[in-house]
């Protein structure tokens, strides 16, 4: 019974340090993200559709940064590099994250490649242990 207890402790713990988020807060985190992204680039009429069917795949995604990573967890991220087309990559797993050098070594089927966490804006797969306690967290 105790690890039930320790369990709801520490989801308490968690909501109050603001670890957890309500999918409204995920959701405003995701939508302000590529907002950033697009601003600048809206008058291609591409990325007005672009900007529309990033926001409706990303749902059961959260908004991360380098430090948020973590190696075995599946994300997807957007470049702006052609600024004229700005496109949601297709999901990719993290194998090596290189912190002092801000690059993420990833794989997509058996195609392994490396990107600089500075040049593209990142969103996580919110895995069963986060959507369990987004549940609980908003149960309360």
Not at 41 to 59: G, I, P, T, V
Request: glycine share 2%; no cysteine; hydrophobic share 35%.
């Amino acid at each position: 019974m105790s690890s039930d207890s320790d369990l709801v402790s520490l989801i308490l713990q968690e909501i109050s340090e603001n670890k957890i988020k309500t999918k409204e807060e995920l959701d405003q985190e995701i939508k302000t993200s590529l907002y950033q992204v697009y601003q600048n680039y809206l008058d291609f009429d591409s990325n007005q559709e672009n900007f529309r069917d990033s926001y409706q795949k990303l749902k059961g995604y959260k908004y991360v940064e380098l430090l948020d990573l973590e190696e075995g967890r599946f994300i997807r991220y957007l470049s702006n590099k052609h600024f004229y087309d700005i496109k949601l990559m297709v999901g990719v797993f993290i194998t090596e994250i290189d912190y002092q050098n801000q690059k993420i070594r990833m794989l997509n089927k058996n195609k392994v490649f490396y990107l600089k966490s500075n040049d593209i804006t990142m969103y996580m797969k919110l895995n069963e242990e986060e959507i369990v306690k987004q549940k609980i967290m908003e149960s309360l």
